[in-house]
């Protein structure tokens, strides 16, 4: 039987912009995770490790952050003529791991493969670096997060996640210069910042 582990119920929609809020599940099957991720649930992440299937209905500022980023990179890759894929929130699972994850953002670069080269994460109120376990299992390279107002960006090396100064697919790409711009997204102009930022990358 499931059994609730963590829900910020009801969600109340006058707080969606200040909040994510999230539902977890835990005691589910992956037939069980699978049913959910056939079924529309609008405006809900879905993931799934150990028998915990995990929802999560994203904030006005998580989604604002995390589309801010998704243009900071878009900005680094047509400036540096690298050739990228975005996969957004793709589903992606592995029975055999027992791991599903949908991230906020994610890309290929050069070519599209089974899985993204680089995911990215905003953490608001949920999931924090534990998701790091999904990703893991999933083989995902490089996962950006976006927590506690700063960037960390973590390379996987030798199965074990650590964390890095500089971003494995983008070079020239910083958690410090990240954080200068990301923390601007919600009180500044994107269109502004995005132009800065290009300034910057110009002097590489």
């Given at each position: ?6 829900a910020?119920l009801?969600f ?8 994510d ?19 529309e649930y ?10 915990v299937?995990?929802?999560m209905s994203p904030?006005?500022n998580?989604e ?5 980023i ?24 592995d ?33 924090g670096?534990?998701?790091l376990k999904k ?8 996962v ?21 100064e500089?971003s ?7 958690t ?15 269109r502004?910042?995005?132009q800065?930022?290009?300034a ?5």
């Amino acid at each position: 039987k499931a059994m609730l582990i963590n829900a910020k119920l009801p969600f109340d929609l006058n707080r969606l912009s200040q909040a994510d809020q999230t539902l977890s599940l835990a005691g589910m099957s992956w037939a069980d995770y699978e049913k959910f991720i056939a079924t529309e649930y609008l405006g809900y992440r879905t993931s799934f490790l150990a028998g915990v299937i995990t929802l999560m209905s994203p904030s006005q500022n998580h989604e604002a952050i995390k589309d801010f980023i998704f243009l900071l990179i878009v900005t680094y890759c047509d400036h540096f003529d690298l050739d990228y894929y975005p996969t957004g929130s793709t589903t992606y699972k592995d029975e055999n791991n027992q791991v599903g994850k949908e991230p906020d953002a994610s890309f290929c670069f050069n070519n599209l493969k089974p899985v993204p080269d680089l995911a990215v994460e905003v953490v608001f109120s949920s999931g924090g670096t534990d998701d790091l376990k999904k990703y893991q299992k999933l083989g995902v390279k490089e996962v950006w997060f976006w927590l506690n107002n700063q960037l960390e960006i973590y390379v996987l090396t030798n199965d074990r996640y650590q964390p890095q100064e500089y971003s494995l697919n983008l070079a020239n790409i910083t958690t410090k210069l990240l954080s200068k711009y990301v923390t601007q997204a919600l009180s500044g102009n994107p269109r502004v910042l995005k132009q800065s930022f290009l300034a910057e990358l110009e002097g590489h």
